[in-house]
């Protein structure tokens, strides 16, 4: 009998060759060196403990394993041998060591070592546990009210660094803005909006988030009206008087200086000159014919002059007022709806005649008898106003605002040459003019009124003369300037008469306030542009 033993990689071969007779065995052997460690290996790790970063609170395991059989194990954290308990416990199962050990914390922090030994040989195996404090808030942020226009900040504060943040209005996640700034410092994290608006009011809340943990601190922000008036207006019964007769004396370069008021359809231009009207007669009445039905289109047809009568006086303002068929969009079939901005501008130019019908689709042309082609100074317009309503601004449509720009900008343009001196800018504000001025001013002098704010605004609605304390309305007024290019001091808050039987002051107040800048703009403008 022969038995061999073929090379195992580089290892010798081993040969034994069995001979029997006669019922003996005769051993014939050849020898060469032979690697035992192949045949029979020594005890070793197959996986050592690995380094560990968990939560506290959470279970943290230890595993190796080896490649025999039979070993007994110790495990230590530092120098410290470790035994079952409730908080730590030792299993083996075969050939693989675990170490568990449940509700981590800051103490169990540091270097574990497995000694495992078998037949006198011994291997150890060594890893160290780090536990991350889970995300907590150490310090909050609280329910904050401010006035309108103060600076709110909040801030929250957690206990680890490595953690990133977002903030968010309700649902709404926030962003940084203009007027929204958010940062982190070290473990703070804080919100700061510059300038509060009532649109500001809600919840806020701030997630701190690292990996799959997240806490948040949430407040309430409630934005309150201002606490002072961030202009200034008297609504005394004497300032009512004062302004009333100042109108009523007025005595301008250009006798009637003429007001053209334009806007879409359903913003109170009709019904602004009947409050005029029923402000100086001391009477409700429809001077000028509103539409009170809000159908959608406009009641206004024709163009037409409109005079007002004072009580008790044989006399009518020195100025007039021309109203104008509302701007609407295009609808469907690209049809045009609402007055053609090119009849607005005859208009302001004095071509259109009184009682001139519009037509959307068919502007006044050069061609058409009713076509005034020599129109006195009288015939133009001194002041050109536009009339937007408060509680429908953000509602407005993009075709209607670049219509009003289409009118803005060619009554900016309708300049003539002229001394250097004072002349008005295309907001209807007074500037002086520079030695590159001196042969060219601005246009036509240009104000927005803002109506039905007692509707855009709920304290308003419930006390008139609050309305400069209004974030609310300011907001509006704001909205106005960004989207038509008109400066804030040259636009005007109004409230129509409407539901009123008897004359209310803040209601002539407002409306006188308006109405004493408008003729000084118009007849400062007539004075520098119409050669008087």
């Known amino acids: 009998m022969k038995r061999h033993f073929s090379e195992q990689g580089s290892l010798p071969f081993y040969t034994v060759n069995v001979v029997q007779f006669s019922g003996l065995i005769f051993w014939q052997s050849s020898f060469c060196l032979f690697n035992m460690e192949y045949l029979f290996p020594s005890f070793k790790f197959t996986k050592h403990l690995e380094d560990t970063e ?3 609170g959470k279970e943290v395991t230890l595993s190796c394993e080896v490649n025999k ?13 470790i035994t079952n308990s409730t908080k730590v416990t030792m299993v083996q199962k075969s050939r693989r060591f675990d170490l568990r050990i449940n509700n981590v914390q800051e103490s169990d922090e540091g270097f574990y070592r497995i000694k495992l030994q078998r037949y006198g040989e011994v291997v150890e195996s060594t890893a160290k546990v780090a536990v991350q404090e889970k995300i907590v808030i150490s310090r909050y942020f609280q329910d904050v009210r401010v006035n309108g226009g103060q600076e709110v900040i909040l801030k929250c504060e957690v206990n680890r660094e490595d953690v990133t943040a977002e ?20 473990r703070e994290f804080i919100l700061k909006i510059k300038q509060a608006h009532s ?8 997630l701190v988030k690292s990996g799959r943990e997240e806490v948040k601190c949430s407040a309430e922000v409630a934005v309150q009206e201002f606490d002072k008036e961030w202009r200034i207006l008297n609504f005394s019964i004497q300032n009512r008087n004062k302004l009333e007769a100042e109108l009523i004396q007025f005595k301008p370069k250009l006798e009637p200086l003429r007001i053209l008021l334009y806007g879409p359809v359903g913003s109170g231009k009709s019904s602004f000159i009947n409050s005029i009207d029923v402000l100086f007669n001391g009477q409700m009445n429809t001077a ?5 039905a809000g159908t959608g289109y406009s009641f206004t047809k024709k163009y037409k002059t409109h005079r007002i009568e004072v009580k008790g006086r044989s006399k009518v303002l020195p100025f007039v007022f021309n109203d104008v068929m509302g701007l609407e969009d295009k609808k469907q079939d690209n049809k045009p709806e609402g007055v053609a901005p090119e009849d607005i501008i005859s208009a302001l130019k004095g071509h259109i005649p009184d009682d001139y019908m519009f037509r959307p689709s068919a502007p006044l042309t050069e061609e058409q008898k009713s076509y005034n082609s020599d129109p006195s100074p009288t015939d133009k317009v001194h002041c050109l106003v536009c009339v937007l309503p408060a509680d429908k601004i953000t509602f407005m449509t993009d075709d209607v605002f670049s219509k009003m720009k289409q009118i803005r900008e060619t009554a900016s343009d309708m300049a003539v040459s002229g001394d250097t001196g004072t002349f008005w800018s295309e907001s209807g504000c007074a500037q002086t003019t520079s030695s590159l001025q001196r042969c060219r001013h601005p246009g036509i002098p240009q104000v927005t009124m803002v109506t039905r704010v007692d509707v855009a605004c709920p304290v308003v609605g419930s006390n008139l003369g609050k309305i400069y304390y209004s974030i609310k309305i300011k907001e509006k007024m704001q909205e106005c300037s960004n989207r038509l290019g008109v400066p804030m001091n040259c636009i005007f808050p109004v409230k129509n008469y409407h539901e009123e039987t008897k004359l209310v002051l803040e209601v002539d107040v ?4 308006a109405l ?5 703009f118009a007849n400062n403008y007539a004075a520098k542009h119409m050669g008087i």
Do not use: P
């Open 69 to 81: 059989y039979g070993a007994s194990a110790q495990w230590f954290h530092g120098d410290k041998q």
């Open 167 to 186: 903030w968010k209005k309700g649902d709404q996640l926030l962003t940084t803005g203009r007027n929204v700034v958010m940062e982190q410092r070290g």
């Open 510 to 513: 407002l409306i006188l306030d």
């Open 199 to 206: 649109s500001d009011t809600g919840l806020y809340t701030c």
């Open 54 to 56: 968990q939560l506290a």
């Open 516 to 520: 004493f800048h408008i003729v000084n």
């Open 288 to 292: 000028s014919l509103a539409d009170s």
